[in-house]
């Protein structure tokens, strides 16, 4: 059975830093397309990173998260610098086997799901 478990959230101060983690068990994310998602309350769920041959970002993160992946551990991070208070939310890690190179900004690409870590920003 596959399993994808977040960590690494918490409460924070704008401008603080958090690493979160996606750590897989079942399959390799070495052969994924691995992508982390956000809901904040009252919001949808929405792209935030994603990476496969290489990474890409959404805008409101660009220059401030990085994504990245340690094939050894079998994880997938999301590095958080400058956190504002809109970055509040629960974060979701994802995965999708089977696919070539692209990087997938769809959440309804994926076929699998972590159960989220909630990160929340205060002013």
């Known amino acids: 059975q596959v399993q994808l478990v977040e960590s690494g959230g918490g409460l924070v101060q704008a401008g603080d830093s958090l690493r979160l983690s996606c750590a897989a068990s079942?399959?390799?994310?070495?052969?994924?397309?691995m992508g982390w998602f956000r809901q904040a309350p009252g919001k949808e769920r929405e792209f935030v990173a994603a990476?496969?041959?290489?990474?890409d970002h959404a805008d409101a993160v660009k220059g401030r998260f990085t994504i990245s992946r340690d094939n050894a551990k079998n994880t997938v991070y999301l590095q958080m610098n400058s956190l504002k208070p809109e970055d509040t939310a629960v974060y979701y890690c994802?995965?999708?086997?089977?696919?070539?190179?692209?990087?997938?900004?769809?959440?309804?690409?994926?076929?699998?799901w972590g159960r989220g870590t909630q990160v929340t920003v205060s002013s």
């Open positions: 994802a995965a999708k086997w089977g696919v070539i190179a692209a990087v997938l900004k769809n959440e309804y690409e994926y076929e699998c």
């Open positions: 079942g399959r390799t994310v070495s052969m994924a397309a």
């Open positions: 990476i496969n041959w290489s990474g």
